[in-house]
């Protein structure tokens, strides 16, 4: 059974910088949608950043020009740089990938807090 693991969340002040790491158990990035999504107290889940075929990247609107994400799969491992901080960034981050072969598997990391203090 895969996993992922994340790590790289702490506390940090706004203007600061993180960076998150995804590691998986198997190889399963280079045939995955990968992404980083995030869940703030009393808030529904939401997508920050994804790659999809080709490399293409996707971003929330919120996270455009500070987030980065990026993938290295020799290491099946999944990043995201975090610049310029804000407030409301505070949320768990969780590691997501949905596998592009059958039987279509989805995987989820345990997540990993982010506090970003004003």
């Known amino acids: 059974q895969v996993q992922l693991v994340e790590s790289g969340g702490g506390s940090v002040q706004a203007g600061g910088s993180l960076r998150l790491s995804c590691a998986a158990s198997?190889?399963?990035?280079?045939?995955?949608?990968v992404g980083w999504y995030r869940q703030a107290p009393g808030k529904q889940r939401e997508l920050v950043a994804r790659?999809?075929?080709?490399?293409?990247?996707n971003y929330a609107d919120s996270v455009k020009g500070r987030f980065t994400i990026s993938r290295d799969n020799a290491k099946n491992t999944v990043y995201l740089q975090m610049n310029s901080l804000k407030s409301e960034d505070t949320a768990v981050y969780y590691c997501?990938?949905?596998?592009?072969?059958?039987?279509?598997?989805?995987?989820w990391g345990q997540g990993t807090q982010v506090t970003v203090s004003s």
């Open positions: 790659i999809i075929g080709g490399g293409t990247t």
């Open positions: 198997g190889s399963i990035f280079s045939r995955s949608l």
């Open positions: 997501n990938a949905n596998s592009m072969l059958p039987p279509w598997t989805v995987y």
